[in-house]
């Protein structure tokens, strides 16, 4: 292995230790760090491994180098389960060890290699072609549990978005953007890995890979361990007491008829704009309903299928347009004391939603109107 591959698997399995370490000990640690913290040490064991494999032999450390064999088999849980804990901030569910399925098989299948590592070095030398069924049919394992859990963490992203906008009105949406990011990341690194395991083990491919991998864990973990609360969208959030509302923008049948929806909206409408209840920042569609006196599920079809617009949207154009009239007659005011007497409750959210509605910034909005 080059001397400066060395030296990055190196540093690698250095900082994936003490990543593990600051994301454990650090207060307040959430279920989510923990999570994220045996991805580390899993991936520092892993890139350790490697540098024990020297001039083409495997070096004394053949047991380590079985053990940590399979550890990428739980790589698609430990993304899924830190995504589902980071958004709803749960803490252990025993469901969860479930997920150890993938991992655990792997090394079911290879009991012979994970006591008798000579097999294995004796393999390695010949061709690691000459390595039995089950060892390959573990390595099959390896990839495809990735490619599925990757499609179970979009799945699980898309819901959540959809829950989250249809009942919540305060919530930063960059927060599914760089989800959205991260799973795309993750397929781009499964896809590179999958392409260097059928070009008959390319180095290129598997070092970009392996690269790829440590710059995506750690980058999530430094953030995460900057700011424990990174990807949570509300809380507390339970899906039972959600409603999914509807994807549709279009005046589809539903439980209403039309004229039902129209005048309840007109009842929605007037109340957000007497009360000016857009401003109570922690603002839900189950306060909204029980203050107008309709349903969750009815008020959400309204917006959804009579105005357009979810529940996060709706609410929101009410906060823009009061931000856009207050800046218009009063350029002096603090940006930011604006947006959270508007309801929004960070920096961040106010920013990103406000660009979302007009197209540009709090400050490029209120430039323009000084002109």
Not at 62 to 67: Q, T
Not at 142 to 161: D, R
Not at 241 to 251: M, R
Request: proline letters at 3%; one cysteine or more.
């Amino acid at each position: 292995m080059p001397i400066l591959l060395q030296y990055l698997y190196a540093i690698g399995t250095f900082q994936g230790l003490l990543l593990a370490g600051l994301l454990l000990f650090t207060p307040n640690v959430i279920y989510a760090s923990r999570i994220l913290a045996c991805w580390c040490v899993f991936l520092a064991a892993g890139l350790f491994s490697v540098l024990v494999i020297q001039n083409g032999e495997i070096a004394p450390y053949n047991l380590w180098i079985v053990w940590t064999g399979f550890l990428p088999a739980s790589y698609g849980a430990l993304l899924y389960l830190y995504c589902r804990h980071s958004v709803l901030d749960e803490g252990f569910r025993a469901k969860d060890l479930l997920h150890l399925l993938p991992i655990a098989s792997c090394y079911l299948l290879n009991l012979d290699l994970t006591f008798a590592p000579d097999i294995l070095k004796q393999a390695y030398l010949q061709g690691i072609e000459q390595l039995s069924v089950r060892f390959t049919l573990g390595m099959f394992i390896l990839y495809v549990q990735a490619f599925i859990y990757a499609g179970y963490t979009a799945h699980f992203i898309y819901h959540y978005q959809q829950l989250a906008q249809n009942n919540f009105a305060n919530f930063n949406p960059d927060i599914f953007d760089w989800l959205w990011i991260v799973q795309g990341f993750n397929f781009v690194i499964w896809s590179t890995k999958a392409a260097a395991a059928v070009v008959t083990e390319n180095l290129v491919l598997i070092v970009v890979g392996d690269f790829l991998i440590v710059v995506l864990i750690y980058t999530i973990g430094m953030a995460q361990w900057r700011n424990p609360q990174l990807f949570k969208i509300a809380g507390p959030v339970k899906e039972n007491s959600l409603e999914p509302g509807s994807d549709s923008d279009t005046k589809a049948t539903g439980a209403l008829d039309e004229d039902t929806r129209g005048s309840l909206l007109e009842t929605v409408v007037h109340y957000m704009n007497s009360q000016q209840a857009f401003l109570l920042s922690e603002l839900s569609l189950q306060r909204l309903s029980e203050a107008v006196g309709i349903s969750t599920h009815h008020l959400s079809e309204v917006l959804n299928q009579e105005e357009g617009h979810n529940f996060y949207n709706f609410v929101n154009s009410f906060r823009i347009d009061y931000v856009c009239e207050r800046l218009k007659v009063d350029n002096e005011i603090k940006l930011l004391d604006l947006g959270l007497e508007a309801g929004f409750s960070s920096k961040s959210t106010f920013n990103s939603v406000f660009k979302k509605h007009t197209g540009m910034t709090p400050s490029q909005f209120r430039n323009r109107n000084m002109r």
